[in-house]
């Protein structure tokens, strides 16, 4: 194993995905030639900006218009949680001017290869870091199983205390990253200022939409059940409670226990959720018990994936307009 090898392998020590995320990251030393990521910069007519996700895609597209490239590197209907790249996504994201990446561990898949491109002098912004996060406190039973607990210790330490990453169901958070992300361009040297006012106003145009389409569910049926803690910003700002998740935590690689399992079904009960929210990432049969079980519907909702030929705005209106209807 030669050096450059042993530097990437360290990069992506300990991270799930293992070979094939080390072989990503290990890409990156053979595609790298002297100079070569400022020879693309040089080259390029336009600034080139790389988002991790397809609605952090579609933000940056509509701030940046026609001043810059925008490539998006997962594809519709990914899990942000377990995507993995390929060589030439760590390629794609050497060459970039601008990564633009959410954050908070969402794309955990992709870390590896980010470490990687950002000691190698690559501007890389993260949209969390530029709003009010949400955090999960711990969660203390006290008439918890021991045992049975033990065996889900390691998902436990990673999601309680965790911040919540799913930042983009709210659009004035992702007014937030917009106002940021213009910034960070203008040290570019690209002005996005006018485009920027429009996006802002637009999204908080967006929020008063949501709160209309959102009017008519009395604020006693405001009762949220997801595939995994996605919602957590859109209920937080909208006036929802969370009853619980399907997968317990902030990710889809989690695996609930037959006594987290038993008490979501009594929480869905007690609580007169007559709707159970199916997402990417969703164990589908373990979602479909649980509606069974509860007496509930089980509906799909789409939390990360555009509409056909949509933008954000219409994902947001979209999740709106399925709970209001659900």
Do not use: C
């Not at 995905?17 to 595609?31: F, K, N, Q, T, Y």
């Not at 619980?244 to 006594?259: K, N, Q, Y």
């Amino acid at each position: 194993m030669n050096e450059a090898e042993r530097g990437a392998r360290a990069q992506g020590r300990g991270v799930a995905g293992g070979p094939r995320l080390l072989a990503a990251a290990a890409s990156l030393a053979l595609v790298l030639t002297p100079a070569s990521a400022l020879a693309a910069a040089d080259e390029a007519e336009t600034p080139s900006l790389v988002a991790t996700t397809e609605v952090l895609g579609a933000v940056v597209a509509e701030l940046a218009g026609d001043v810059a490239d925008v490539h998006v590197l997962m594809p519709s209907g990914a899990d942000p949680h377990a995507w993995e790249p390929s060589a030439r996504d760590a390629e794609r994201l050497l060459e970039a001017d601008l990564v633009v990446a959410n954050g908070l561990d969402l794309e955990e898949g992709l870390q590896p290869v980010l470490d990687v491109v950002r000691s190698e002098g690559v501007p890389v912004f993260e949209a969390a870091a530029h709003v009010d996060v949400r955090e999960l406190g711990p969660d203390h039973d006290e008439d918890a199983d021991p045992e049975e607990d033990a065996d889900h210790e390691e998902d436990a330490d990673h999601d309680h205390g965790a911040a919540d990453p799913h930042i983009w169901t709210d659009p004035l958070a992702m007014r937030d990253v917009v106002a940021a992300l213009a910034d960070d361009l203008s040290g570019l040297g690209v002005d996005v200022s006018e485009q920027a006012a429009a996006t802002i106003a637009g999204l908080e145009s967006l929020d008063a939409e949501v709160r209309e389409i959102l009017a008519g569910i009395p604020p006693e049926q405001r009762k949220l059940v997801t595939g995994h803690e996605s919602m957590g910003y859109f209920a937080d700002r909208y006036g929802f409670e969370l009853v619980g998740t399907v997968v317990p935590g902030l990710t889809t690689d989690g695996e609930p226990s037959a006594r987290e399992l038993s008490e979501l079904i009594s929480e869905v009960r007690e609580a007169g959720v007559s709707v159970v929210f199916s997402e990417v990432g969703t164990p589908r049969a373990v979602a479909r018990a649980v509606a069974d079980d509860s007496g509930a519907r089980l509906v799909e909702l789409s939390t990360s994936q555009l509409p056909e030929g949509g933008g954000y705005d219409d994902l947001i209106r979209a999740i709106a307009g399925d709970i209001a209807a659900a």
